[in-house]
């Protein structure tokens, strides 16, 4: 059972159950996928179908920040907590790193990747980096191939929303991988090339704040924070 918010179906999970969860599909016959909407996704899902069905068509659908638990919380269908996707990849290479798994890295800028794979590999002892490539490619088809021929059990997509989704619902399965996560920024924090908030911010419901402020372009996508809770407000009086 699901909850919904504006149209997206969330998991109702702790952290540690969807690390759990996630195990389970890594261990699964065939290929399956997690995504972790913010209220960003929420709203570009709202306004693009095929976004919304992929997001959908996930086998976890994970709240990924404060602004999700808010909204759902508000609709009178609380979630259990949020779980980051950075906070849920990072507990499932932990339990990958001890069953000497396989993880490739697709996404962010060029050399993004190599450096988070070599940091990774570092920190989690036992993890196999099985391959990297940045999200700037022009074909599909030799990235898919190159995750085929890796053997990779799982891959982290970091090609931002609603690109990560729908590339991950088209092309999961010809992988060959048994997880696929969307992962959004997150390679970028693995390789230190962006900090994530200090704990105190996001204790306090402020990550969202702490990334603005470091990064002030994102403010122009930030509109949509506002517009969710709006649009929230508006479906708990329809209720
Ligand atoms: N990105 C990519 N290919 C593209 C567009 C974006 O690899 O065609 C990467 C981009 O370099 C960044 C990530 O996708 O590393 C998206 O990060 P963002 O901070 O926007 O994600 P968020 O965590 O906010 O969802």
Redesign the pocket.
Known sequence: MRINVLGVGFDNLTKSEAVDRGMELLRSPGTHYVVTPNPEIVEICRENLAARQAVNAADLVLPDGVGVVKGARMLGTPLKEKVPGIEFASGLMERMAAEGLSLYLL???PGVAETAGERLAEKYPGLKIAGTH???FKEDGPVVEAIRRSGADCVFV????P?QELWISRHGGATGAHLLCGL?????VFAGVVKRAPKFWSDHGLEWFYRLCSDPRRAKRMIKLPLFLVHVQREKRRK
């Open positions: 996404g962010a800028k940045d999200g700037y970091s090609l931002g929303a690109k959004g920024g997150s390679l970028n």
